[in-house]
T-cell receptor, first 115, second 111 residues
């Protein structure tokens, strides 16, 4: 079990630029989640996938955000035309399918800083 | 929307002391989870609770799922320096996948 892997760990970009983050879930975990965490707060849910299907999106996920999981393995989160308010830690988590709520295991996140 | 109120927001204790923190909600949850987060890292799962009244231990950590399903608490016994960090509770409704997190409890230990 290699854990959830996220790349890059840090991203610094100018306002207005596009950024893309990648998440590799734990092997054989069918469910993949994206959360956003700002300083001093707990993570907030953005979206989740079951295999390649995106099944839920939060109202936090504006039109500038798009997430994909094309082959049901890794996922990407893209932010277009970044704004100052997008500065945050973006966390990915994964869990297996199961009869009851399976606990989600998190990666170490991508910290995004908008200049 | 669903919100979790976690208290205390911060704790300053001496090494060896026991710690207690709790999480309350106005909504019912079917799963409660406790995570620990160190600076620059992601949350690490400590304990998962699935049944009202359930009491579960993981080493020096003990967590309980409240009878009303609207609260949970976490105890740490005989604290050690590596317990320093931010502890988050998270709730999950049956059949829903998103986790709702509390604001965290920051634990600082004086050696």
């Amino acid at each position: 079990d290699t854990g959830v892997s996220q790349n890059p760990r840090h991203k610094i970009t100018k306002r207005g630029q596009n950024v893309t983050f990648r998440c590799d879930p734990i092997s054989e975990h069918n469910r993949l989640y994206w959360y956003r965490q700002t300083l001093g707060q707990g993570p907030e849910f953005l979206t989740y996938f079951q295999n390649e299907a995106q099944l839920e999106k939060s109202r936090l996920l504006s039109d500038r955000f798009s997430a994909e999981r094309p082959k049901g393995s890794f996922s990407t989160l893209e932010i277009q035309r970044t704004e100052q308010g997008d500065s945050a830690m973006y966390l990915c988590a994964s869990s297996p399918l199961g009869g009851i709520n399976q606990p989600q295991h998190f990666g170490d996140g991508t910290r995004l800083s908008i200049l | 929307g669903q919100q979790l109120n976690q208290s205390p927001q911060s704790m300053f204790i001496q090494e060896g002391e026991d710690v207690s923190m709790n999480c309350t909600s106005s909504s019912i949850f079917n799963t409660w989870l406790w995570y620990k987060q160190d600076p620059g890292e992601g949350p690490v799962l400590l304990i998962a609770l699935y049944k009202a009244g359930e009491l579960t231990s993981n080493g020096r950590l003990t967590a309980q799922f409240g009878i009303t399903r609207k609260d949970s608490f976490l105890n740490i016994s005989a604290s050690i320096p590596s317990d320093v960090g931010i502890y988050f509770c998270a709730g999950q409704v049956q059949g829903a996948q998103k986790l709702v997190f509390g604001q965290g409890t920051r634990l600082t230990i004086n050696p």
